[in-house]
């Protein structure tokens, strides 16, 4: 299974609402990530959990919140957004681990629309 | 900084022929090299991946090439079919285990019929 799920595929929410993004992976892979991507643009890295752990956040706004409860499962929670923040959310997962890089697997994104 | 850039925003290829693809980096310490495929309403898609030890290696009708004297990677599609009309990007982790890739700006590859 090489497959990275995420959850809703479509959100639309105002700008007081509170919601969550959620990413799924079965490939035993350890490092897993959040992405932004705007039309015409490639994805920006926001934030990487490595062994459940944040090792990068990438001075993302603190209205974006994301979780790693386990293993296998990310969430970004999401508060107070902007209409700026409409995109495309990318998750992604690998190998995880020192010394090496490894090819991240993408899920199919959750497109956001704040109005 | 560090940059990946692409030589080209689009592309037009008649079915049947090869494609070319070209990407520039700037930082000489990348270590690892991935080519991606994004279709439209999808996530990128892996393609293949290099490491900075090798200058070419070889999939299922792509092939990667790497020049690290000039900083360029390229991807070669052979065969080019409609079902490879997409957003390539190239991106680079640049340093030896770091979980962070930085994408190119990508190429549109329009197949023409």
């Known amino acids: 299974d090489t497959e990275v799920t995420q959850t809703p595929k479509h959100l639309v929410m105002g700008m007081t609402n509170k919601k969550s993004l959620k990413c799924e992976q079965h490939?035993?892979?350890?490092?897993m990530y959040w992405y932004k991507q705007k039309a015409k643009k490639p994805p920006e890295l926001m934030f990487v959990?490595?062994?459940?752990?944040?090792?990068i956040n990438e001075s993302v706004p603190s209205r974006f919140s994301p979780e790693c409860p386990n293993s296998s499962l990310l969430n970004l929670h999401l508060h107070a957004l902007q209409p700026e923040d409409s995109a495309l959310y990318l998750c992604?997962?690998?190998?995880?681990?020192?010394?090496?890089?490894?090819?991240?697997?993408f899920g199919p994104g959750t497109r956001l629309t704040v109005t | 900084g560090e940059s990946v850039g692409l030589h080209l925003p689009t592309l037009s290829v008649q079915e049947g022929d090869n494609s070319i693809i070209n990407c520039a980096y700037s930082?000489?310490?990348?270590?690892?090299f991935i080519w991606y495929k994004q279709e439209s309403g999808k996530g990128p898609q892996f393609i293949i991946d290099?490491?900075?030890?090798?200058d070419k290696r070889q999939g299922q009708r792509v092939t990667v090439l790497l020049n690290k004297t000039v900083k360029h990677l390229s991807l070669q599609i052979a065969a080019t079919q409609p079902g490879d009309s997409a957003v390539y990007f190239c991106?680079?982790?640049?340093?030896?285990?770091?979980?962070?890739?930085?994408f190119g700006t990508g190429t549109r590859l329009t197949i023409i019929p």
């Open positions: 992604a997962s690998s190998q995880a681990g020192t010394g090496s890089s490894y090819e991240q697997y």
């Open positions: 490939m035993g892979h350890r490092a």
């Open positions: 959990y490595s062994y459940e752990k944040l090792s």
């Open positions: 930082n000489s310490a990348s270590d690892y």
């Open positions: 290099i490491r900075s030890n090798m």
């Open positions: 991106a680079e982790s640049g340093d030896f285990g770091n979980e962070k890739l930085t």
